[in-house]
């Protein structure tokens, strides 16, 4: 299938085309790069002029250089343009240009990568659906998930972060989504931000890239919702709220946790919807409400969309439930809940209710008591408050339930010092030193979480949990 042809990818970029070639996909890593693609040189750690040749090699239908580079034929099938990441960004307007699909937009300071894929997921069986690959949702990531879009597509759904500042509304005008959805605001980012109204105010700006005729969708039960509310009145055609709270216009009216399982019900469009998810977590629930209420604004059918949902898992370190066969001869399992992937107040919160919610096996391991035990590594990005942050996770109730608790970075000491003793597990400064001890530390029958920013490198622990047996059906 041709994606881009030469004359199509000059046009849309204002760039020189070298060759009569076309492309069947973009790609910007040579390590994944697959024969037909299209090979965006852009300059990140390294300069992707420094990769061509090698992509050329690998099969790469053409490349995207502000240069020929060195060891690179003259008459090589290149796109030369004067900038390469504004090259990708014009591509990535005309690839949203040339399409009827109806766009959805997420962003959230938690849950937007697992609202992303539910949509995917729920939209599955009612049409073409693109969506970006991973958590490809920064200045070259959207433009990226863009110029990958077919131009047959029914349906888009672009995830859209940020880290400081002024990034989430360029990205929002660049994707022109037909529907605007805030999973929630939180304590993230703070070292950024002064507040978290000041990230609500920057999430917000989400619906500035609103089409006419667009609807916004935000989460209602948080502190910050007027501030989304009265940025979605100022962009958006319809507003709707979603949440637990009677004002909600989507609510949430009860929700069930089985273990790796949640039902809910709700209220959506003056229907009630019941959806089951096949893993565990309240906060799973209110986003998938979000999800399916923007599902209906996209015109699909909520019903469908809702019994798409039980196809869905949460992405590798978002909260993905396995079991580890720690003993194949008596068929002792251990449970992992691997959520090592990112961390903020909030996402621990609801990662410990879940743990909370989960029950370990007695009878069974050195111990014969099954544990609840949490791996705790340091949450980032938070700023000036950020010890005081960490040492109040240990008034999360959920966290009472929790037999052992160790601690993870020089931040999360800030817990471990305020734990009951019985409670305290260990604490340790790098997460290796961890993961070296971990076999001592759990047994068959445990639940075992681990949570934490990704640069605390709790997925270290994962890891070494996962060689310790061999993974078994959940």
Known sequence: MTLWSAAEAASATGGTAQGNWTVSGVSIDTRTLAPGD????????????????????????????SRVPEGV?????????SDVLAGLERLGAAGRARTQARVAAITGSVGKTSAKDMLRVALAGQGKVHAAEASYNNHWGVPLTLARMPADTDFAVIEIGMNHP??????????????????????AHLAAFDTIAAIAREKATLFEG??????????GDIETAPILRAAATAHAARVESFGEAAGNALRLRDVELHGDAVVARA????????????????????????????????????????????????????????????????GHVLTLIDDAFNANPTSMAAALE??????????????????????????????????????????????????VVHCVGPRMKALWERLP??????????????????????DAGDVLLVKGSKGSKVSRVVDAVRKLGHPADV
């Open 38 to 65: 299209l090979f965006v040189a852009l300059k990140d750690m390294r300069d992707g002029h420094e990769f061509v040749a090698q992509a050329l090699a690998a099969g790469a239908g053409a490349a995207m250089v």
């Open 210 to 219: 609103l089409e006419p005729g667009g609807v916004a969708i935000f989460n």
């Open 73 to 81: 034929p003259a008459d090589a099938p290149l796109l030369v343009v």
């Open 421 to 442: 003793a019985g409670q305290q597990g260990r604490w340790v400064e790098a997460a290796p030193d961890l993961a070296a001890r971990i076999h001592a530390l759990i």
């Open 267 to 330: 209220g959506i469009g003056g229907e009630t919807q019941i959806f089951r998810l096949a893993t565990a977590g309240r906060h799973f629930a209110a986003t998938a409400l979000g999800v399916l209420g923007t599902a209906r604004a996209l015109g699909a059918d909520v019903t469908l969309a809702a019994r798409g949902l039980a196809d869905w898992r949460p992405p590798a370190g978002r909260g993905t439930r396995e079991s580890i066969l720690l003993d194949p001869v008596e």
């Open 166 to 187: 002024g990034e989430i509304a360029p990205l929002a005008r660049l994707a022109r989504p037909h529907v605007a959805l805030i999973t929630t605001v939180a304590a």
């Open 354 to 403: 879940v743990l909370a919610a989960s029950r370990p096996a007695d009878g069974i391991g050195r111990i014969g008591k099954g544990r609840r035990i949490a791996v705790l590594g340091d949450m980032l990005e938070l700023g000036p408050a950020e010890t005081a942050l960490h040492g109040a996770l240990a008034d999360l109730p959920a966290l009472a339930s929790a037999d």
